[in-house]
């Protein structure tokens, strides 16, 4: 099999030494230099074991290509992008994470002085430079330096403690129980911070920070049952778990049931519009629940490709007050414009503190939907021929190309499209019941 690299407007990610090479991170590395321009450019990781080396390669890079390049260390992905977003002479950021990928793979994740991905026109210029062999390189009389930075955790934190939706003193008067699990990666250290910061009583399990990801890197319901233990052998309120590099955040009840991650995102929504009314920004692949959400506040609503920078953009654009993506990913553009797993868990707890209710009983008052989600491999699949499929089969839907193909109807919809992550097909349903969403991704299996 090739080696697979995977390129998008996600960053540049595959299995290390196997497709992600020395090579290939020292030639987008130096492509990047030339999107954002020399200068400081801030390096933070997750914890998997080929952070180190690969973070060594790319700050010597960085320097060799004419930066300063500040190594943060083990930092959570929103972390990266507050400190990015703090520091006046920052010309960038590169966070080293696969994210929910397993823990052979390792990416570069490009961000620009904003602390905001790169954008699909800049990130197809620095394609096109390393696809033309475009390298510049600087003699040894301009080469750069790599440099220590600071510990970025306690302006994370000050940052989300400050905002007005987040009820600090009636957390700390509550004083709520919290089972956190860091899955051992970039939240191992500022998550038990964060908490203890809020006045919870903290529980912290998966939190030696080698990047094994002992229960797997997503955290998906299946995934949780160490956390649902762990919060019924503590009495906790409620579970907190997070992906690798903390962008996204997954919930379990008081009685130790995962809420799944699209009840993250809802549980933000409602929370944030009670405070502060506006938009709402979701991607295509994300849960009605949201979509109800704002129609009940009688806000403006949106959806976007997926991919964390098409949200952020529409959202900045339209000035919404709250979005993001149904895995888990919740975005305030006024604390900075990217998917945050801590900001999500602090605006969790505000909402739970606030109301005086258990988990399981806000979940309950959310629309209710199932969602089915299936995937397929590349090899011998057509999309476009799977596309025209479904669009005759279901000629009575409502369509949407921007990102494959989404079908939908006033209770349902089907996606069907290429991930920016991995080498597969997706296709998500959703409808009132499963066995409504199980037939629409029966259909999209039949066509691929």
Not at 218 to 226: G, N
Request: hydrophobic share 45%.
């Amino acid at each position: 099999m090739a080696p697979i690299l995977m390129r998008s407007v996600s960053g540049v990610r595959g299995i290390v030494g196997d497709g992600l090479t020395p090579t290939s991170l020292a030639v987008h590395v130096n492509a990047f230099v030339q999107e954002v321009g020399r200068g400081r450019i801030l390096v933070g990781r997750d914890a998997r074991d080929s952070g180190p080396l690969v973070e060594d390669l790319v700050c010597a890079t960085l320097a060799l290509s004419g930066c300063t390049a500040v190594k943060l260390g083990i930092s959570s992905t929103p972390t990266v992008e507050m400190a990015v977003l703090a520091d006046p002479e920052a010309v960038g950021g590169i966070i080293l994470t696969a994210s929910h990928n397993p823990a052979q793979w390792n990416a570069l994740k490009f961000l620009d002085k904003n602390g905001l991905f790169l954008g699909p026109d800049s990130v197809r210029s620095l394609f096109d430079r390393v696809d033309r062999d475009d390298l510049r390189w600087v003699p040894h009389t301009e080469m750069g330096r790599v440099i220590q930075g600071q510990d970025a955790d306690d302006l994370h934190i000050d940052a989300i403690l400050k905002l007005p939706e987040i009820a600090l003193p009636t957390i700390s008067k509550r004083k709520p129980k919290v089972v956190v699990d860091c899955v051992n990666g970039a939240t191992y250290r500022i998550a038990p911070r964060m908490l203890e910061r809020m006045g919870c009583e903290v529980q912290v399990i998966h939190a030696t920070p080698d990047g094994t990801f002992p229960r797997g890197a997503e955290p998906v319901p299946e995934a949780l049952a160490d956390l649902g233990l762990a919060v019924r052998n503590f009495g906790a309120d409620l579970g907190l778990a997070f992906d690798p590099d903390g962008d996204r955040l997954a919930l379990v009840d008081e009685l130790g049931t995962p809420l799944g991650e699209e009840a993250t995102l809802a549980l933000g929504v409602r929370h944030i519009l009670a405070k502060r009314p506006g938009g709402v920004a979701v991607n295509l692949s994300t849960s009605r629940m949201s979509e109800d959400l704002a129609q009940a506040a009688g806000v403006p609503f949106q959806r976007t490709p997926v991919g964390e920078i098409h949200v952020a953009k529409a959202m900045l654009a339209a000035n919404d007050v709250v979005g993001g993506e149904g895995n888990g990913g919740l975005i305030l553009p006024h604390l900075h414009p990217g998917r945050d797993g801590l900001l999500a868990a602090a605006v969790v707890l505000s909402l739970l503190s606030e109301s005086g209710r258990k988990l399981s009983e806000l979940a309950a008052t959310l629309p209710r939907y199932a969602m089915v989600k299936t995937k397929f491999g590349l090899e011998g699949k057509s999309l476009p021929a799977a596309i025209a499929a479904l669009e005759t089969r279901f000629a009575d839907a409502q369509k949407d190309v921007r990102d494959g193909l989404r079908l939908s109807w006033p209770d349902s919809w089907l996606h069907v499209r290429a991930s920016n992550t991995e080498p597969i097909l997706r296709a998500i349903a959703e409808a009132p019941t499963e066995e409504r969403a199980r037939e629409l991704c029966e259909a999209a299996r039949e066509v691929l």
